[in-house]
């Protein structure tokens, strides 16, 4: 399994940034909290994913959001490695590049899902079986010719 460190980062960073949010706090309320000095430009990198985070940072980051850093760890593992049955990782830009007939009415959702988080900048979506089957359902096809398509499409 390959990891796609720039991907990783970057959801770790979002992971932070949405942490940091529940509990409501600033970036500067968020700086008064840790027990070292981190200035907030580097706090605002963080939560981009520009800059890569320190496991000793991590931790000193999870422990003054009270979260555990194996709980936040996961988060992150399942948004980059979809490990659980029934769900399909799938790119968007690449969805929209495919040009099977049968997945028009797919490629038209992703244009308009892409276009829509444009401001968030990601450009994956993961599909559980629910949704899948109003996809295949969509493109005339069965479920499971549908996923093998979209696997096909993007290779982990």
């Known amino acids: 399994m390959l990891i796609d460190a720039e991907s990783y980062q970057r959801i770790l960073g979002d992971e932070l940034r949405k ?4 509990r409501g ?5 968020l700086n ?3 027990q070292s000095e981190i200035s907030l430009q580097t706090l605002a990198t963080y939560e981009l994913g520009t800059r890569h985070c320190s496991v000793v940072r991590l931790v000193e980051l999870c ?11 996961a ?3 399942r948004r980059v490695f979809v490990d659980e049955p029934g769900r399909v ?10 040009d099977q007939e049968e997945l028009l009415p797919l490629r038209r ?5 892409l276009k829509r988080s444009s401001d968030n900048g990601s450009t994956e979506v993961h599909l ?3 949704a899948l089957e109003r996809m295949a359902e969509l493109c005339g096809i069965p479920t499971v010719d549908l996923v093998g398509r979209l696997r096909r499409l993007n290779p982990s």
Not at 89 to 98: P, Q, T
């Open 109 to 113: 959702w992703a244009d308009d899902r």
């Open 89 to 98: 990782r799938i790119d968007l830009r690449l969805v929209i590049k495919d």
């Open 19 to 22: 942490l940091r949010r529940k």
């Open 128 to 130: 559980d079986f629910a």
């Open 32 to 34: 008064q909290h840790l």
């Open 25 to 29: 706090w600033t970036r500067k309320e």
């Open 75 to 77: 988060k992150v593992h």
């Open 63 to 73: 422990v003054a959001m009270d979260e555990l850093p194996q709980d936040l760890l």
